[in-house]
């Protein structure tokens, strides 16, 4: 799964680190450091960190949030 965080949005709050401790950290009090390519096994918690997020700094890649949604409901992927 691909992420991106908009780091002049980020204030550090660190509800994600908190939330998603295997993809996000805080380096410091404010520096954010994570995995752009999170790992699938991570997914419920990387969007939780997402909804928790007050500044609303994260974005999933959303062609692969779609593919998630697909796949849980059973749906085939598109061609």
């Known amino acids: 799964m691909r992420l991106v965080v908009d780091l002049n949005r980020c204030q550090g709050y660190a509800q994600c680190a908190f939330l ?6 805080m380096h ?3 520096g954010l450091l994570y995995d752009p ?7 419920e918690r990387v969007a939780q960190a997402v909804a928790a997020c007050p500044v609303q700094a994260i974005l999933v890649d959303e062609m692969d949030m779609a593919a998630a949604g697909r796949a849980a409901s059973g749906e085939a992927p598109h061609a």
């Open 20 to 25: 998603a401790p295997d993809v996000f950290a």
């Open 28 to 30: 410091g009090d404010e």
């Open 37 to 43: 390519e999170a790992e699938e096994a991570q997914r």
